[in-house]
């Protein structure tokens, strides 16, 4: 699940957008130069399949969709920031 996470170079872009209040797929397409809708539905599917992002659709014309941390998200990404910052300082220390 990480590797299959972590290998979509977008999905850290999106907890961006989320953390930021960026939570509609549209308003994350314009946002971002160079995501295509095709690639960012992917992503988010794949996110909400393990649990990730929840999905949120309002039943409304034109219809609405936006898209949420869970409870389990906000664990996993604290643990990809720990990633991160580990990476950071090993190649700090390789310097």
């Excluded at 299959?4 to 946002?31: D, E, F, H």
């Excluded at 014309?61 to 664990?75: A, C, L």
Aim: aromatic share 8%; hydrophobic share 40%.
């Amino acid at each position: 699940m990480v590797e299959t996470i972590y290998g979509c170079k977008w999905s850290l872009t999106v907890y961006q957008l989320l953390a930021n209040g960026i939570n509609r797929p549209g308003a994350m397409v314009r946002s971002v130069e160079g995501l295509t809708t095709k690639v960012l539905n992917e992503c988010l599917s794949k996110n909400a399949k393990f649990g990730i992002l929840e999905r949120i659709t309002y039943n409304e014309v034109p219809p609405r969709v936006e898209y949420k941390v869970t409870e389990f998200g906000t664990k996993f990404i604290r643990i990809l920031d720990e990633l991160e910052k580990l990476q950071s300082e090993i190649e700090s220390e390789m310097l």
